[in-house]
């Protein structure tokens, strides 16, 4: 079989050597990362904007004693890499102009158009949350983020890839500098990019981080794999060999190749199985590129008649994919020594997808349904984060409801009409009915799993099929904040408690403020209108309900709001 494009392998994110050619020479190697996808014509677009950010920035250097233009140039490489289109490379050379040396935006407006001002001013909005420290800036950073992001995806593309490059040179930081950024890697842009699909620079991200937050731990798991490597070439050969016989039968054309574990998910492996390294380095992986759909079921019959499978291992992300869109068999043998050995099977398409996510769809080029499908779901995904984030008033309180969606270990159930839904695992019915919809969430009474009663608070498992049974008289009940995981059936439970309390505490008041008034010798009811506008522009409030409210909890006093009320019709009179 023949390789159709390109696979972005992990060493082709390795830092390049700082270049002494400059970007806008015929063997610079961005010139030579542009040739393979870009006409001369695009390419001299990209040089002008290299020598226009290489002035602006003229004279600065960055900690590390280079010229600071290497690192915009870094950033469009890591980009070009994934063949994004031109305006994204544009807005990665001039990414930090406009904060760093006081080039108006204005003018990138007029020098290079709209859509990449737009870009570069998403961006800068980005880095000046940065500096700060606190939990609470990292989630305004976040949410700003996502709001970005949720506009053009290309913006979140060019932070992740312009992270990458900061994480590349972070070796000449102060260590606790380090870890603070390794950290914050680690708790945000790498989910980011394995939600988005983005395997290479996902891996790539949690291993750097890995190695500058545990630098001993890093480096006693890599020299471990390396030793293991060494001693198992053997073994992986031998199984190669019997595999690639038994496909070559089979009249199977595929490529196979031995797969490695990148160092921190073997080492989150080990934490959260609590086993010993030679169990996790032990497992033998395979993976197995073939031509289409139907052919990747071939080969896993085919294989499954080689070694016995190991009941209970098989995954099929073909029918049901991951939500950030990939797709693949996975299916564990008992080797020919009784060791395991994982096998992922997949279609070359899927396997771009598998490696690049989103970014396949620029660098791929291709018109494959699954891929346009993605690229909805990504959006439909941004959606639903920016809603949540305008719905928590509180910032840490939306990272935490960010930091749950963000980790697609999920269970897949089936809706009455038979559509898959999606969810964390852990997942209740009530979590299920926020998800169908809102309303069904906030008027649900019971649920029947597989045509079976059962109480709201049931888990959900893998292949259920959910009915939610709702009544218009019902209400939320705040008991579930007990046991629902999302953060969408969080944050509307919580956004619902806080309404009920208003409106409680406001009756409350309402009744307060009438017996001041009373005592005051004023019916309730003689209290105008105009009264209440005037009372409400004085203390800035949004409407009645939010003085009475006030009143109910303490925050007013009843006779005092009362007095002032008065006051207004002497003042008029
Ligand atoms: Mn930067």
């Known amino acids: 079989m023949s390789k159709t494009a390109k696979k972005p392998s992990a060493e082709s994110f390795k830092p390049a050597e700082p270049s002494l050619l ?278 896993l019959g085919s294989l499954h008649s080689l070694y016995k499978p190991i009941p209970g291992k098989f995954k099929d992300y073909i029918a049901i994919p991951k939500v950030n869109g990939y797709q693949s068999l996975h299916t564990t043998l008992f080797g020919p020594f009784g060791t395991p050995i994982e096998v992922q099977i997949r279609s070359t398409a899927m396997h771009n997808i598998a490696q690049a996510g989103v970014a396949a769809h620029w660098l791929y080029k291709t018109t494959d349904a699954h891929l346009t499908q993605l690229q909805q779901q990504t959006h439909q995904w941004l959606q639903r984060l920016v809603e949540i984030q305008t719905e928590s008033d509180d910032s840490h309180e939306f990272l935490e409801h960010f930091k749950i969606d963000l980790f697609p270990d999920e269970v897949y159930v089936f809706t009455p009409k038979g559509n898959i839904l999606a969810l964390p695992k852990g997942s209740t019915a009530v979590d299920f009915a926020y998800a169908v919809h809102t309303d069904v969430g906030n008027c649900c009474v019971a649920v029947k799993i597989n045509h079976e009663l059962a109480p709201l608070r049931s888990v959900m498992r893998n292949g259920d099929h959910v009915e939610i049974i709702t009544s218009a008289m019902a209400k939320p009940n705040p008991a579930w904040l007990n046991y629902v995981v999302t953060g969408k059936a969080r944050s509307h439970l919580r956004h619902y408690l806080k309404t009920i309390k208003v409106a409680e505490s406001a009756q409350l008041g309402q009744r307060m403020l009438n017996i001041a008034l009373r005592a005051l010798h004023v019916e309730p009811t003689d209290i105008t209108d105009k009264q209440w506008t005037k009372i409400m522009s004085d203390y800035g409030a949004k409407d009645k309900s939010e003085i009475l409210a006030d009143i109910g909890l303490g925050k007013r006093v009843s006779l005092m709001v009362a007095h002032q009320l008065l006051a207004i019709v002497h003042e008029e009179e």
């Open 22 to 299: 400059p970007a806008d020479s015929e063997n610079s190697e961005l010139t030579i990362l542009l040739k393979a996808y870009l006409s001369q014509d695009e390419i001299e677009q990209v040089w002008d904007a290299y020598r226009f950010s290489a002035k602006a920035h003229e004279g600065q250097i960055r900690k590390s004693g280079e010229p600071y233009i290497t690192h915009p140039v870094a950033v469009a490489c890591i980009l070009a890499k994934l063949h994004l289109d031109v305006p994204t490379l544009l807005a990665a050379l001039l990414h930090d102009v406009v904060e760093d040396t006081g080039v108006p935006i204005t003018e990138l407006t007029e020098r290079y158009g709209e859509q990449v001002a737009e870009l570069v001013e998403g961006l800068t909005k980005l880095d000046k949350i940065e500096l700060q420290t606190a939990v609470q800036a990292q989630a305004e950073n976040v949410r700003k983020m996502l709001l970005a992001m949720s506009q053009d995806v290309r913006v979140i593309l060019v932070k992740l890839a312009d992270r990458l490059h900061n994480m590349q040179t972070l070796g000449v930081m102060k260590p606790a500098k380090q870890k603070r950024i390794s950290r914050e890697t680690l708790d945000i842009y790498a989910p980011i990019a394995n939600r988005l699909g983005l395997n290479v620079v996902y891996q790539e991200l949690e291993d750097l981080s890995f190695s500058y937050i545990y630098p001993n731990r890093y480096q006693v798991i890599q020299k471990a794999v390396k030793t293991a490597r060494g001693n198992r070439k053997e073994v992986i050969s031998k199984i190669l060999k019997s595999i690639e016989g038994q496909l070559a039968e089979a009249e199977i054309g595929a490529e196979i190749e031995g797969r490695e574990k990148h160092l921190y998910s073997i080492y989150k492996k080990m934490v959260a199985k609590t086993l010993k390294l030679s169990q996790v380095s032990d497992i033998y992986g395979f993976r197995v590129l073939v031509q289409d759909t139907p052919t990747c079921y071939l080969t």
